[in-house]
């Protein structure tokens, strides 16, 4: 099946500093999506890529589709105490297909 | 805007004892599913429905059953808890092909 490598599994980083992550996949994705989940509550979407090459920002967050539609990164600038959390990607193959492909997330943590 | 509802938020069970985690959406979305989130594991899709009367397995059903008998709700029923369902519940709802998943807060579950 198919199976998203995220990366790196966690960061623990300064306030103010930038941070950037990856996921890749063995196959390709017609749809890219980054969810942040705070503690004990649900995943929330942050940034919808549907292009390959898309670029899109909200706030200080900023993702991109990969050209090969293989991968799709999330950079955050000026990090901040509320960043902390775990970042999921998750792909859609596209076609009559609703299933996402989640990668295993990474926690970051931002020390003030 | 309610989004999507999951009820409860925790429960602690006993072994061999059984239990309906309910979710409802209120955004008239065609495709519902469940996850269980496990420490190191992400999110694994136990089973998904894509419109009333139509369910399908995922990633680990064994152990649930869910029915669809309407577009608003999808409830997941554990017929006998066992230790290995103790678990972080998720459901999500999506509007279309290739269109984000809105998850509900979950329900924490402990099985003793």
């Known amino acids: 099946g198919q199976q998203l490598n995220q990366s790196p599994q966690s960061m623990f980083i300064q306030e103010g500093e930038d941070v950037s992550m990856n996921c890749t996949s063995s196959?390709?994705?017609?749809?890219w999506l980054w969810y942040k989940q705070d503690p004990g509550e649900g995943p929330v979407l942050l940034i919808a890529l549907y292009k390959a090459g898309e670029l899109t920002s909200n706030g200080r967050l900023t993702a991109q589709f990969g050209i090969t539609r293989k991968d799709s990164f999330l950079n955050i600038s000026a990090s901040i105490p509320s960043d902390v959390g775990i970042y999921f990607c998750a792909g859609n193959s596209g076609g009559s297909n609703y299933k996402l492909t989640f990668g295993k997330g990474t926690l970051l943590t931002v020390n003030p | 805007n309610a989004g999507v509802t999951q009820t409860p938020k925790f429960q602690v069970l006993k072994t061999g004892q059984s239990m309906t985690l309910q979710c409802a959406q209120d955004?008239?979305?065609?495709?519902m599913s469940w996850y269980r989130q496990d420490p190191g594991m992400g999110l694994r899709l136990i089973h998904y429905s894509v419109g009333a009367g139509i369910t399908d397995q995922g990633e680990v059903p064994n152990g649930y059953n869910v029915s669809r008998s309407t577009t608003e709700d999808f409830p997941l029923r554990l017929l006998s808890a066992a230790p290995s369902q103790t678990s972080v519940y998720f459901c999500a709802s999506q509007r279309g092909y290739n269109q984000p998943q809105h998850f509900g807060d979950g329900t924490r579950l402990s099985i003793l």
């Open positions: 955004m008239n979305h065609e495709y």
């Open positions: 196959s390709i994705f017609n749809t």
